[in-house]
């Protein structure tokens, strides 16, 4: 869409009590709803995949695979895809990572723990680049989001811990400092 | 909007790889994702709050408080204020208690475990009736959602075994099943 057509006016419909984006000219009322966005942390070894983005925001910076679940599908399914989508990866879900909320952006992430069932991976259309990094050559100043480098912390303490309990935001980070 | 207006023919647009809804006056793509419910267990003592429903679908029967997040609202967030427009709750979150996926329906759903601080329950709008269930008088069979028995067990399991872990779907059900 252009901002020229489509929904694209803010008013209260009636009977609702927030306002909506409207369409001036058919009157079609766009219901904006949170996206959900699964990824993985995905290890072979003890190296685990990253991929550089080829796409806005933030190309050129280092993400794990991840991206928005499509409608019909699980979120095990979304994150499955999109490992294979940006590095042609194959992997097996281990278990679910985190989950983060981005309310700024009107995100919720879901990130599971996976491994690698080969290592033979290569660069998606969205990807410039793939590797497997182990711990100490992680590009930590090149990383696109800050949710990616929580996700490879909380993974980390997984393994050296053994506790898998799903994480959250990093506490003391408000809606407001994410 | 009503079926003669607003995006309503499914085509696949140029540079894209499936089928979206399209509208035919003014050429706006309706991206449709996957929705977000949040809702919670919430106890008093040993007791758990249900709300019976006074809207479609499945007016009449009994269900957690939950409904689908707004936008620029974290999950605990709106957890909490569902709780609060269904039942007059006032509520704090204790934990992430189960993360369901409703693929058939586009739907993933994170429920929290919450307890009450104060037992002053009402109807909300969207509520006929409202209660405090010990685990023996939760009305089984008028449940409105498979996904409120599975919380509902879920909670109860953790009560018993001390163990939080966030649970997924029961297991032995694929997404076809649900």
Redesign the interface.
């Known amino acids: 869409?252009t901002d020229s057509?489509?929904?694209r006016i803010r008013e209260i419909p009636a009977g609702e009590d927030?306002e909506r984006l409207v369409?001036p000219?058919?009157?079609?009322?766009?219901y904006?709803?949170?996206?959900?966005v699964v990824g993985s942390v995905c290890r072979w070894d003890e190296r685990i995949l990253l991929c550089r983005r080829a796409i806005e925001p933030r190309i050129g910076f280092w993400t794990l695979p991840a991206g928005?679940?499509?409608?019909?599908?699980?979120?095990?399914?979304g994150a499955i895809r999109e490992a294979f989508e940006e590095a042609t990866a194959r992997i097996a879900i281990d278990g679910?990572l985190a989950?983060y909320?981005v309310?700024?952006i009107?995100q919720?992430q879901?990130m599971y723990r996976a491994h690698l069932l080969s290592p033979d991976i290569t660069p998606g259309i969205e990807s410039l680049e793939v590797g497997l990094f182990a711990w100490d050559e992680i590009p930590w100043t090149e990383l696109a989001f800050p949710s990616v480098e929580w996700a490879l912390h909380h993974f980390h303490d997984g393994l050296i811990t053994g506790d898998w309990?799903?994480r959250?935001n990093p506490s003391g980070l408000g809606?407001e400092e994410r």
């Open positions: 869409m057509r489509g929904p927030r369409c000219d058919c009157g079609f009322i766009a904006e709803n949170p996206k959900i928005y679940l499509e409608l019909h599908e699980s979120t095990q399914a679910l989950v909320d309310p700024h009107s919720v879901l309990t799903p959250g809606p």
